[in-house]
């Protein structure tokens, strides 16, 4: 196995590689760094993300989980290995028999169903936890709002979910500042968009801010939550000092990282005393 900065480099797909963070090489992945026999990579700066979300989650084996939007039902599984008992829904059929596939390989408590996540099929003060990553920016902002007051319905007293979305200001920061390098190099700034939302590739309709997520929060009815900063991975690869220094000045943070991250409590007093 090759060993890059940031990745490791394999000249096969291995089995399960999804849940190991590896990804399928593409003619731009790791760039120079690699050989042309190179058809996996296992991107580390990746495995680093998912941890870091499974600590703020705080799994543990009295714990029913809930991942909306489970995918092929990683998170699922790396939850379900800490021992709790994991659900999972998401709307392709083809990612729940995956999912339900590997929670039968590695024998874990729980199951994954096809559903609309904003019409979610388990009854009040459920679950102990839910997560949703990389799945609010696939729905409208309607609709993102409808999802939230399903998760708080479907949480217990003092649950708490984890959310996990692309930061559109980041996003839009890093596209002007394609554009100027493109102006710089006389090539048509315009050439830039940001990735899934074009016409052509129109996957991410609900790319949010930090404020835009906060007024959806608050209107599906939380009302103590907290946003979590990781650091940039492609600055912190150049320079690991400047990448910890924007994951923490506030100003900074907001615009440089890549991804919103937060921590919602459902409402004690108000789920007895609504």
């Not at 190991?20 to 991107?43: E, L, V």
């Not at 997560?131 to 999802?147: A, G, K, L, P, R």
């Not at 554009?179 to 129109?202: G, Q, W």
């Not at 492609?234 to 506030?250: A, F, H, Q, V, W």
Request: proline share 3%; with cysteine.
């Amino acid at each position: 196995m090759e060993k890059f900065k940031g990745y490791d480099v394999v000249n096969s797909y291995p089995e399960n590689g999804w849940l190991k963070g590896y990804f399928y090489a593409q003619q731009d992945d790791i760039k120079n760094n690699r050989s042309k026999s190179t058809k996996a990579y296992r991107d580390l700066d990746s495995i680093k993300h998912r941890d870091y979300i499974l600590h703020l989650l705080g799994v543990n084996r009295q714990d029913k989980v809930l991942d909306v939007g489970c995918a092929d039902g990683a998170m699922m599984v790396y939850s379900g290995l800490l021992g709790a008992e994991v659900y999972g829904l998401d709307i392709s059929s083809e990612a729940i028999e995956k999912a339900n596939k590997y929670l039968k390989e590695y024998t874990l408590r729980g199951k994954a169903i096809v559903g609309d996540a904003r019409k979610i099929s388990f009854p009040e003060n459920y679950f102990d936890k839910a997560i949703s990553s990389d799945f609010f920016e696939h729905m409208s902002v309607e609709d993102n709002m409808q999802v939230l007051r399903e998760i708080k319905r479907v949480l217990k007293p003092d649950g708490i979910a984890i959310i996990k979305t692309p930061n559109l200001t980041y996003l839009r920061f890093a596209r002007f500042y394609k554009m100027i390098k493109r102006a710089l190099r006389l090539k048509n700034p315009f050439d830039v968009v940001i990735a899934h939302t074009t016409e052509e590739n129109h996957q991410h309709i609900g790319l949010l801010t930090k404020s835009k997520m906060i007024k959806i929060i608050k209107s599906a009815g939380f009302m103590n939550f907290k946003f979590y900063y990781d650091s940039n991975s492609k600055i912190e690869r150049t320079n690991y000092i400047t990448g910890e220094l924007l994951s923490r000045i506030p100003l900074l943070r907001d615009i440089f990282t890549e991804d919103l991250i937060v921590v919602i409590h459902k409402p004690i007093i108000l789920s007895f005393f609504p």
